[in-house]
């Protein structure tokens, strides 16, 4: 990110400081307007002083910053701020998973040579959190003391150093050698070069960290972020529930105050812990936005648990006053039914009287029930043996209708197709076709041939009429119909027509076959 660099922003001193926090608040709103990851920040007086304090920093010659401060205290933040300030490029590493030392030192040439050979001013920030290894500092504190880092630069880098190096030699009137050319590059880079250092003061790997890297003090103005006064509280939390949309309305005020009593208490009772425990906790800003976070969850459970249980007495009310509405409409209806209930209930005593002399006569005929029973059980008894005898009478007639059954599936249609040519048929065709009229067609009379030779080979017409014309009009049907035929619920007045029919001579077996 970069400001504006048409802008002619001098550092001026500041009166009133409510002007001095609103020009910070435009700076803020301009640096959103342009850039992809805006900066919700809540500009209290104490924020924009170290807004102030890193902008001197930066607008110093060599001029880097050690910003010294709990995570969340806003330091990265408002660094960012400072730097579009003051016009300058912001370069920050992003330390992903396999971020290896090789991924630093080409970072880290990309931005000095961004400050050396471009000539941009630029804020390096660096987090102590991006530390992979403590040869970072290392560099780091190469960087601050001369502006370069053993080793850093390829064969190939060197080009545009040297071109950059031979016109500084030139403008200064001195001698052109490498030498002097990568002192002259090294010159522009710690001019333009600003590292803006975050770091935890907590823990001995901090003091480790200033005792082995001198450098961290020594190039450094340490700007210290300490714990956020009430004024930043209070503002803070106008802020968050401004944009969380809370509507507290009237208890807004009292809220915002409940929320700084709360965060003032709980570091109150960390310096009790460390006096008596002689252990040290600490209450950061993060925690100050955690416990916001957490009110406004709670909040906005309490809110739906509470709309909840409004919109189920509402719908219990409006279920009671239905309810009551329908009792209402009930109690009319049962005025008016009132006499059909009465009547009914005669209704019902005279039914019970009916029912009772029923059952008596019931009861009488129950025993003469009993004595047709026995009249039945004995009936039944004949009627088994009659069964018995036809059982035995079956059991001859059943291979033979098995029998015939198969000769009917051994028909096939080219045979009726032949039978449909025949214009002399036989005694035993024309009696054959005659009981197949009698099953599919029943006592439907034919008609009767005209022809002398038809009549006398067919007097009735079953052939030459039912046969032909409607029998054998549709071979397919036909033998479909003879082979599904119900043979189980042949009609009484059938069997006894057809049954002395089967007794005739052409019907013997012998002719049939003989003719077929």
């Not at 503002?235 to 009593?261: P, Q, R, T």
């Amino acid at each position: 990110m970069m400001g504006n660099e048409s802008d002619n922003r001098p550092y001026v001193i500041f009166d009133d400081l409510e002007k001095f926090k609103k020009k910070i608040e435009e700076y803020l709103e301009d640096y959103n307007a342009g850039s992809k990851h805006p900066m919700r920040l809540v500009m209290f007086l104490d924020a924009c002083d170290h807004v102030s304090r890193v902008c001197r920093v930066l607008r110093q010659p060599l001029g880097n910053a050690l910003l010294l401060g709990v995570g969340g205290s806003g330091r990265q933040s408002l660094t960012k701020l400072a730097t579009f300030i003051s016009t300058y490029r912001l370069y920050q590493i992003e330390v992903i998973k396999g971020y290896s030392m090789r991924d630093w030192r080409e970072n880290a040439k990309t931005c000095l040579m961004q400050a050396g050979v471009e000539a941009k001013p630029t804020t390096f920030l660096f987090v102590d959190t991006q530390i992979i290894n403590e040869q970072m500092l290392e560099d780091i504190n190469n960087i601050l003391n001369s502006g370069d880092v053993p080793g850093l630069y390829k064969s190939e880098d060197l080009e545009p150093i040297y071109a950059v190096g031979k016109t500084e030699c030139a403008r200064k009137g001195l001698t052109v050698n490498k030498m002097n050319m990568f002192q002259c590059y090294l010159q522009r880079v710690k001019q333009n070069i600003h590292m803006t250092i975050a770091m935890s003061p907590l823990g001995e790997v901090f003091r480790t960290r200033l005792r082995k890297f001198p450098s961290l003090v020594n190039c450094c103005t340490i700007d210290w972020f300490t714990n956020w006064p009430a004024e930043a509280l209070i503002n803070v939390a106008k802020g968050f529930v401004a944009e969380a949309e809370m509507n507290l309305d009237k208890d807004e005020s009292s809220c915002i105050e409940m929320f700084k009593i709360i965060h003032q208490s709980v570091e109150e009772k960390v310096d009790e812990f460390r006096e008596v425990f002689r252990r040290i906790s600490y209450v950061t800003p993060t925690s100050y936005l955690e416990l916001l976070s957490m009110y406004k969850k709670i909040l906005k459970e309490q809110r739906d648990q509470n709309s909840t249980a409004r919109n189920r007495l509402v719908r219990g009310l409006e279920v009671l006053k239905i309810a009551d509405t329908e009792i209402e409409k009930m109690s009319i209806q049962l005025e008016k039914d009132q006499p059909i209930l009465e009547k009914t209930q005669i209704q019902v005593e005279e039914t019970q009287k009916d029912i009772a002399i029923k059952t008596e006569i019931a009861l009488e005929k129950e025993t003469v029930v009993e004595a047709e029973t026995a009249i039945a059980n004995k009936q039944a008894s004949e009627v088994k043996a009659v069964k018995d005898n036809a059982d035995e009478k079956l059991s001859v007639a059943l291979p033979a209708l098995d029998a015939a059954i198969a000769q009917v599936k051994k028909i096939q249609v080219k045979d009726f197709y032949d039978m449909k040519v025949v214009n002399n048929p036989k005694p035993s065709i024309v009696t054959c076709f005659k009981l197949v009229c009698l099953f599919l067609i029943g006592f439907e009379k034919p008609t009767k041939p005209n022809d002398p030779g038809q009549k006398e080979m067919d007097p009735e017409g079953y052939f030459f009429d039912f046969t032909k014309k409607r029998l054998l009009s549709n071979p397919n049907k036909l033998l479909k119909d003879l082979i599904e035929y119900d043979k189980d619920n042949i009609d009484e007045k059938v069997v006894k027509t057809v049954a002395p029919m089967m007794e005739l001579p052409e019907m013997a077996i012998e002719k049939i076959s003989a003719t077929s």
